[in-house]
């Protein structure tokens, strides 16, 4: 069984630009949550996907997007990149429904803003 | 605001020792869990408590849950130096947001 990969795991970005941050999800798993994790700080959940649409969003602004795609893959967009956006960017994915399901985390990709 | 804080937020012990790290909030979740992360890693799931009372085990690790679903600790008996690690409770709202509390450092000194 594959785990949760993410890549770049490391990436260096300057304000302003754009990045792409890629996740792919533990096979089986069709659900897929992206957290923002600052450096000595718990994660923050920017969004989740569920079926390719977004399924809850928290309290991040629209130049945080996302995709998901078909087979349950995701992407996690920036625009305009600032310099509170330095942080490690986790994905989990797990399996979609009611009721609880365990969310497995992949490594991160530490994303540092110059 | 923060949702959920954990106490204390650093912690340096001797091993052999115990200790116990408290998750609390004034809301109510559907199910709390405790994760472990290492450096440069993501957090790895140790539990799920779902019930009110609840209290699981894990070889030297004692989970509960509180009667509320408001709060919970995580004790450890006789830590060791594997235990050392970032320690994280995450509550569910709804549609399987997890909301975490800015973790615990623990660290166990040989």
């Known amino acids: 069984e594959t785990g949760v990969t993410q890549s770049p795991t490391h990436l260096i970005k300057t304000r302003g630009q754009q990045v792409t941050l890629r996740c792919s999800s533990q096979?089986?798993?069709?659900?897929v949550s992206w957290y923002q994790q600052a450096l000595g700080q718990g994660p923050q959940f920017i969004f989740q996907y569920y079926r390719e649409e977004e399924n809850g969003r928290g309290n991040f602004p629209p130049r945080f997007s996302g995709l998901q795609f078909p087979n349950y893959s995701s992407e996690l967009n920036v625009n305009a990149l600032e310099l509170d956006d330095s942080a490690l960017y986790l994905c989990?994915?797990?399996?979609?429904?009611?009721?609880?399901?365990?969310?497995?985390f992949g490594d991160g990709t530490r994303l540092s803003i110059l | 605001t923060q949702l959920l804080e954990q106490s204390p937020q650093f912690l340096s012990i001797q091993e052999g020792e115990n200790l116990t790290v408290y998750c609390n909030s004034s809301?109510?979740?559907?199910?709390l869990q405790w994760y472990r992360q290492e450096p440069g890693e993501g957090p790895v799931l140790l539990v799920t408590v779902v019930t009110g009372g609840e209290v699981k085990k894990l070889k030297r690790l004692t989970f509960q849950f509180g009667d509320a679903r408001k709060d919970s600790s995580l004790h450890i008996t006789a830590a060791q130096p594997g235990d050392t690690g970032l320690y994280l409770c995450?509550?569910?709202?709804?549609?399987?947001?997890?909301?975490f509390g800015q973790g615990t450092r623990l660290t166990i000194n040989p």
């Open positions: 809301s109510v979740f559907s199910s």
């Open positions: 995450a509550g569910q709202q709804g549609a399987q947001k997890l909301v």
């Open positions: 096979s089986g798993h069709n659900t």
């Open positions: 989990a994915s797990s399996v979609g429904g009611t009721g609880y399901q365990p969310q497995h």
